[in-house]
């Protein structure tokens, strides 16, 4: 096994790799793959050194944690932050139309989801995964899609509810009883996520697409109050669903979706200045995410072992000072972001 940087992930006690593998894709993200590669990925991110797994129900109705658990097998446990989620329970009956995939996955186990983020329901979900994982512990626990965009606005504040009273108690209480080593939030949403820290005490948050080379609401209000409550910060979909790896090409996806021409016309901008200066754009936007302070790891996706080799190649490519004050100078980020040094 090789090695990476760790760091402390805030109090929860546990180091993390700055470089985590984030399994949405392997939930056959956008396309099937074969399942000796899945499991192959997930093996060469451990023998690399990648310490910090992430997965959840969500992705592929289970199929990714599947998977996951199936390369978790190739090391020791214990050399491993397993994180996954919770907010959905899966019925593994099958009864009338096979359920179909989740949105975005066009391949799922055969298990139909429904939300719940009660108390009883993240008990359920925890041991759903731990099944499907085939392990006995989970690290950290993480609510999963608490937004509007997933929910719709007539259903979000009783979804919040049931989450800050249900789930958030549950995790507490595992974390108190030394069952988990820390437990949070796993939220495309950054406003969401700092409402959560307004009303409850969360260890960890992982957000996915707002903090970004190409967007960065969350460095205002949000990263600050997670600092100063000593919430440690995880950054998912720092490619923004894909344009930031793939550039402004035909097709290219933004959130999901295919990107509208603002975002492509941005994206464009961007990428002549990493071409001006012989930068590659997804190593810019890895190392721009990990240079925030507050930011302990990046977890990023990957659907064959050649992609984890090329991840870990962006974190030691060579980006000159004069990129990152070029993109300030330009409007093209945040004047008050962090680069990295």
């Known amino acids: 096994m090789s090695s990476l940087a760790t760091v402390p992930l805030g109090g929860t006690g546990l180091r993390v790799s700055r470089l985590g593998l984030g399994t949405a894709p392997l939930g056959d993200f956008y396309e099937r793959l074969d399942e000796h590669q899945a499991i192959a990925t997930v093996e060469a991110a451990l023998a690399a050194g990648i310490t910090l797994l992430d997965t959840s129900p969500h992705y592929g109705n289970g199929l990714a944690e599947h998977r996951t658990g199936t390369g978790l097998r190739s090391v020791p446990r214990d050399r491993v932050v397993l994180s ?3 907010g959905r329970v899966m019925d593994p009956h099958r009864w009338g139309d096979v359920a179909p995939p989740a949105r975005g996955f066009v391949g799922s186990l055969p298990h139909r989801p429904r939300f719940d983020y009660s108390y ?3 008990l ?10 085939g392990t006995d512990r989970l690290d950290l626990v993480l609510i999963h899609d608490v937004d509007s965009w997933t929910h719709g606005e007539e259903m979000i504040e009783a979804r919040y509810r049931q ?5 958030t108690r549950a995790l507490a209480e595992l974390k108190a009883q030394g069952v988990i080593a820390g437990y949070g939030l796993g939220l495309d949403d950054h406003e969401m996520a700092e409402r959560f820290l307004r009303d409850g005490e969360y260890d960890v948050v992982l ?15 949000m990263m600050p109050r997670a600092q100063a409550a000593g919430t440690a910060l995880i950054l998912g979909g720092v490619f923004n669903s894909g344009i930031l790896a793939t550039g402004a090409v035909v097709g290219a996806k933004y959130n999901y979706a295919e990107a509208e021409p603002a975002i492509l016309t941005l994206v464009t901008q961007i990428e002549r200045v990493c071409a001006a200066h012989g930068v590659a754009l ?3 936007a890895l ?3 990990l240079a925030h302070p507050a ?3 990046v977890v990023l996706g990957a659907v064959r072992p050649e992609e984890v080799t090329r991840n870990i190649a962006a974190l030691q490519a060579a980006i000159p000072a004069g990129f990152w004050s070029d993109l300030k100078g330009e409007g093209l980020l945040d004047p008050a972001a962090p680069v990295p040094l």
Request: glycine content about 6%; hydrophobic content about 45%.
């Open 84 to 86: 996954s989620k919770v």
């Open 120 to 122: 009883d329901g993240t």
């Open 124 to 133: 359920r979900s925890i041991e759903q995964s731990l099944l499907r994982l």
């Open 163 to 167: 989450a800050l009273d249900g789930a």
């Open 207 to 221: 957000l996915a697409g707002r903090y970004s080379l190409l967007e960065q609401p969350a460095l205002a209000s």
């Open 282 to 284: 997804p190593h810019a």
């Open 287 to 289: 190392q721009f995410a």
């Open 295 to 297: 930011v302990a790891s």
